[in-house]
T-cell receptor
Framework: GNSVTQMEGPVTLSEEAFLTINCTYTATGYPSLFWYVQYPGEGLQLLLKATKADDKGSNKGFEATYRKETTSFHLEKGSVQVSDSAVYFCALRPSGNTGKLIFGQGTTLQVKP | DTEVTQTPKHLVMGMTNKKSLKCEQHMGHRAMYWYKQKAKKPPELMFVYSYEKLSINESVPSRFSPECPNSSLLNLHLHALQPEDSALYLC?????????????FGPGTRLTVT
């Protein structure tokens, strides 16, 4: 079946530190991969996406590369800010027309000044 | 414009009440979704509509009744809910059901059942 596994949180970093949030997946076929961010009290915002192997998604200093050989889509940012504190969800959409979005459990990031 | 709007923002209802949640998008998307999210958990898919027809019902209890009156609007009618139904209800839309399309989420309705 399809599933997404994220590193457990919370992740606590100082401002300007380097961020990595690990995400691995299990899927048949060729899924598309996404990172969403949820700020406190808000809905989910699409952060970035990749639709095929070796694609790199990037947005607002965040980036992630679709690695089919390691079935991974790790999120990275070179220098985090306090405003990046949020919950980050890795997700996959299976190939085909199911419309389903499979989420990981989410990773809470806390950035301290 | 990549906005999905949801009303109301907050809703408190008793177990005997009937209420409705509303979701709207004007991006021309043909697929719309309802999710339920409990605290510190990922969203759980409830319903999927494609071209105004129900495509997926994830075995949701009948006290939740979705409706898609037109391609821009999605409602969720609530009746005889239980306290465990208290959650954040998120609406989303996408251009279609194909795997490459991202879903755009609204801000959610925070529902409390008393």
């Amino acid at each position: 079946g399809n599933s997404v596994t994220q590193m457990e949180g919370p992740v606590t970093l100082s401002e300007e530190a380097f961020l990595t949030i690990n995400c691995t997946y299990t899927a048949t076929g060729y899924p598309s991969l996404f990172w969403y961010v949820q700020y406190p009290g808000e809905g989910l915002q699409l952060l970035l996406k990749a639709t095929k192997a070796d694609d790199k998604g990037s947005n607002k200093g965040f980036e992630a590369t679709y690695r089919k050989e390691t079935t991974s889509f790790h999120l990275e940012k070179g220098s985090v800010q306090v405003s990046d504190s949020a919950v980050y969800f890795c997700a996959l959409r299976p190939s085909g027309n199911t419309g389903k979005l499979i989420f990981g459990q989410g990773t809470t990031l806390q950035v301290k000044p | 414009d990549t906005e999905v709007t949801q009303t109301p923002k907050h809703l408190v209802m008793g177990m005997t009440n009937k209420k409705s949640l509303k979701c709207e998008q004007h991006m021309g998307h043909r697929a719309m979704y309802w999710y339920k999210q409990k605290a510190k958990k990922p969203p759980e898919l409830m319903f999927v509509y494609s071209y105004e027809k129900l495509s997926i019902n994830e075995s949701v209890p009948s006290r939740f009744s979705p409706e898609c009156p037109n391609s821009s609007l999605l409602n969720l009618h609530l009746h005889a809910l239980q306290p465990e139904d208290s959650a954040l209800y998120l609406c989303a839309s996408s251009p279609g059901l194909a795997g490459g399309y991202e879903q755009y989420f609204g801000p959610g309705t925070r529902l409390t059942v008393t």
